[in-house]
C-alpha cells in the first residue's frame, strides 16, 4: 500500500508539471475561453480531461513497449498529430480578422459538446503527450500493482488534466481578459494560430529524425 501511494504521489507530481506547461491544450482552452463562451471552453477542458485519462491508461497496458517496438507507429503519430495542429492554427490565424459578430454566428452549431470533442481529439493529437505518460508511468509505476490503484489512478490524471484547463477556462472568460482579447484581438488570434502551427510544424520535422 505505502509503495502504491508512493508511485501515485510521484506519476501525479510529475504529470501535473507537464499539464501546466503550456503547449497546444493551453492554446485552445485559452481561445476558446476568450472567443467563444465559458462554457465551450469548459467542455473542451473536460475532453482534454478524457484525452489525458486515455493516454493514461494506454500507458497502463504499455504504451512504451509498443512504440519501442513498432518506431514507425511514433512516427506515424507524430506526422498525423503535428499536421492536425497545423491544420487548427491556420484555421485560428485565417479568423484574425474576422469580427466576433460574425464568428458568433458561425459559432452557433460549437456547443459544449463538440467542444469537448474539439478539446479531445486536440489533446490525443500531440504523441509528445503520449510518450511522456509513457515514460512517467514506466519510470514510476510498481512493478505490481492492484487493479483499484489503477482505477483511482486514472480518475486522479483526468481530475488533474479537466481541473488545470477548467481553471483556465474559468479565468480567462471573466471580463477583464475578454475586454483585452477585444483590443488585441488580431493580434492574439495571429499569435495563438502561430504558435499552434509551429508547435504542429516542429513535431511533423522532429518526425524525421531520428
Not at 497502463?60 to 492554427?89: D, M, N, R
Not at 504558435?195 to 522532429?206: A, D, E, I, Y
Request: with cysteine; glycine share 10%; hydrophobic share 55%.
Amino acid at each position: 500500500m505505502t509503495q502504491e501511494f508512493t508511485a501515485l504521489a510521484g506519476i501525479l507530481a510529475a504529470l501535473t508539471v507537464g499539464v501546466i506547461s503550456p503547449g497546444p491544450s493551453f492554446v485552445m482552452v485559452a481561445r476558446m475561453a476568450v472567443a467563444s463562451s465559458r462554457s465551450q471552453a469548459l467542455g473542451a477542458a473536460l475532453g482534454m480531461g478524457v484525452g489525458g485519462a486515455l493516454f493514461g491508461l494506454a500507458a497502463l497496458l504499455g504504451l512504451q513497449g509498443v512504440f519501442h517496438a513498432v518506431p514507425s507507429l511514433y512516427v506515424a503519430l507524430k506526422v498525423i498529430g503535428g499536421l492536425y495542429l497545423c491544420y487548427l492554427g491556420f484555421l485560428i490565424f485565417k479568423s484574425a480578422r474576422e469580427p466576433l459578430a460574425f464568428q458568433a454566428v458561425s459559432l452557433q452549431g460549437v456547443n459544449a459538446k463538440r467542444s469537448f470533442w474539439l478539446g479531445l481529439t486536440t489533446q490525443v493529437s500531440n504523441p509528445k503527450t503520449a510518450i511522456v505518460y509513457a515514460s512517467v508511468f514506466a519510470a514510476l509505476l510498481p512493478q505490481h500493482f492492484s487493479v483499484g490503484f489503477s482505477a483511482v489512478l486514472l480518475a486522479l490524471v483526468f481530475l488533474v488534466e479537466a481541473g488545470w484547463y477548467s481553471l483556465v477556462a474559468l479565468l480567462l472568460s471573466s471580463a477583464a481578459p475578454q475586454k483585452a482579447y477585444l483590443s488585441y484581438k488580431a493580434w492574439g488570434d495571429r499569435t495563438a494560430g502561430l504558435v499552434m502551427f509551429g508547435l504542429g510544424l516542429r513535431l511533423v520535422t522532429s518526425a524525421a529524425r531520428p
